[in-house]
């Protein structure tokens, strides 16, 4: 595979088998444009992940960098510690304005996960505020993921992640995810049924909990780790409801699903409901800048906002002035371009290009929503019978994902739930592109059936 070998000996790559690279090249891409991308020796490949559900506008616009460099040119650095800088407050204003409701009050961070970290943590000091200081529990879904830092990581759901790190920061209690193909009976053939019980596992967490030890619920509009779960309908209706009846936070985990991923600029939008809190980060700035967003609502921020309380919390990189000036021109980009609208377009052809791989006995379920889809894999069809540990990491791992790579394609086989594989490409992307993914998939798919 083509790469640098001295990637191997420095550089610790994220979430990697550092073992993998012992006597092969590490993948090394050099350059991007467009919807494509290129290896250091000069191979294309399409990025059908857009980068990791990041690069919204696609590689290489030159318009966002000169930004960028007019921005360090002005101002490079300055915290919002106590004091502001204009590219922070005029990006402020712009997302309360985009946002759904009154959520008027951003808070920047540098990443996903600490927006996650201060969600929980504007939770558990609202509810000391309000005198309730036992609010401070999190309900979260099975397989979901919503950050590796500490906190967040106990909000995540994926076990084989926290479990070289426990114990991780108490209070975090998980519940059934969306995911409809493995619905349970009685309610396997009912999605609005389904939707109601899964909505009502959350209520019954909270009941076993204790209402008054319970301060938010994190959920994202379409989960992603275990495959893209899409809201079954009146899942996130009753799910309101919910968390009005018992006084509890609703946090929408929109680091993947915000700034047109879904084809609105957040998740909430596109499945009408309203949170509390939103984290966000990845599309905000197409990738050319990390920046994480936290937006909260204004009845939350009330008892901040009087006399000496300080939110104790911050981050040096936090709202950094190149940052939100990239965001700023990413998000004149969408409008100017109509990013949003060309996913609501295409969302469809999108949805049916991909259901043709249903034809292969090796697809059972092809589920998401916007650009944002999950290809979940099985040994049969009729039973939905799933790959086990050791063939997993024979098919998936030992093949797909290489295979995949080397026909071109830049995506993700993932089995954090069940073996998925999983296409988010760049919101520019129309027919020609989602043949391109199909066309691939569909090969490598078929070879990967052979070895079932």
């Not at 083509?2 to 590490?26: E, I, Q």
């Not at 994902?401 to 830049?410: D, I, P, R, V």
């Not at 993700?412 to 043949?435: E, Y």
Request: glycine share 10%; aromatic share 12%.
């Amino acid at each position: 595979m083509p790469g640098s070998r001295n990637a191997a000996d420095h550089l610790w790559m994220h979430f990697t088998r550092m073992s993998g690279y012992a006597d092969k090249p590490v993948p090394t891409i050099a350059r991007g444009e467009g919807a494509y991308i290129w290896d250091t020796n000069g191979r294309r490949y399409l990025d059908a992940l857009s980068g990791l559900f990041v690069v919204q506008a696609g590689h290489g616009r030159a318009e966002l960098a000169e930004v960028m460099a007019e921005q360090a040119r002005t101002l490079a650095f300055f915290p919002i510690w106590s004091y502001a800088h204009p590219k922070a407050i005029e990006l402020a204003d712009r997302l309360a304005a985009e946002s759904p409701g009154d959520l008027n009050k951003i808070f920047f961070a540098t990443g996903g996960a600490e927006a996650v970290e201060t969600a929980w943590k504007v939770a558990k000091q609202y509810f000391r505020l309000t005198g309730r200081p036992g609010k401070y529990k999190v309900i979260s879904r099975a397989i979901a993921y919503h950050g590796t830092t500490q906190g967040a990581l106990s909000i995540t759901g994926i076990p084989p992640f926290k479990a070289p790190f426990e114990p991780l920061v108490p209070g975090s209690h998980r519940v059934p995810n969306t995911n409809f193909y493995r619905a349970p009976e009685p309610v396997a053939n009912d999605e609005k049924a389904f939707g109601l019980w899964a909505a009502n596992r959350v209520e019954e967490a909270i009941l076993e909990e204790g209402p008054d030890t319970v301060a938010a619920v994190f959920v994202e509009p379409v989960q992603n780790a275990g495959g893209c779960f899409p809201p079954p309908p009146g899942y996130f209706d009753r799910l309101r409801e919910i968390c009005d009846t018992y006084d509890v936070l609703l946090v929408s985990d929109e680091v993947i699903c915000a700034y047109g991923r879904l084809g609105t600029m957040f998740g909430a939008q596109k499945f009408g409901y309203q949170p509390d809190i939103i984290t966000s980060a990845k599309g905000l700035t197409s990738g050319y800048s990390p920046l994480g967003a936290t937006l909260i609502s204004d009845r939350v921020f009330e008892p901040f906002s009087h006399g000496d309380t300080v939110f104790p919390h911050g981050y040096t990189f936090g709202g950094h002035p190149v940052s939100c000036a990239v965001a700023l021109a990413n998000l004149d980009l969408f409008e100017r371009e109509d990013l949003l609208g060309n996913v609501r377009r295409n969302e469809n052809a999108f949805r049916q290009t991909l259901e043709k791989l249903l034809d292969l006995p090796i697809v059972g379920d092809v589920r998401g929503d916007g650009y944002f889809y999950g290809i979940e894999l099985v040994k049969d069809k009729n039973t939905k019978e799933t790959f086990d540990a050791a063939e997993s990491e024979r098919i998936l791992r030992g093949y797909v994902s290489g295979a995949l790579f080397e026909n071109g394609l830049y995506c993700r086989a993932d089995d954090r739930g069940d073996p998925v594989i999983q296409v988010a490409p760049i919101l520019t992307s129309d027919q020609a592109i989602f043949d391109e993914i199909e066309q691939t998939l569909r090969h490598v798919l078929t070879e990967a059936w052979t070895l079932v």
